[in-house]
């Protein structure tokens, strides 16, 4: 997985969550992030990581985004890992 992939789930993560009013105030909570936060930070790498973080805390809130998505159970992992400065491999 490369950066933009990355990204990419990331950001579809971030969609994820904010459509699920659970989820959203789960990551709110546990981020201490306000909605003008993550709006404001969507792009970022530190919102970025924070979501990912939160959807890896909770097996049933990975396996929520996974199974409404195309992504694999270690896709995520994958991504927190490229965003945070490690090996960018092919797959």
Do not use: C
Not at 68 to 81: I, T, V
Request: aromatic content about 6%; hydrophobic content about 45%; glycine content about 8%.
């Amino acid at each position: 997985m490369n950066k933009d992939a990355a990204e990419t789930l990331a950001i579809q993560a971030v969609a994820h969550i904010a459509g699920d009013e659970e989820l959203l105030q789960g990551l709110l909570a546990q981020t201490g992030m306000g909605l003008d936060d993550l709006r404001k930070g969507i792009a970022t790498n530190e919102v970025q990581l924070g979501v990912l973080d939160f959807l890896l805390s909770h097996e049933p809130f990975l396996m929520r985004f996974v199974d409404l998505s195309d992504y694999a159970p270690e896709d995520p992992s994958r991504a927190q890992l490229v965003l945070s400065g490690g090996p960018i491999w092919q797959d």
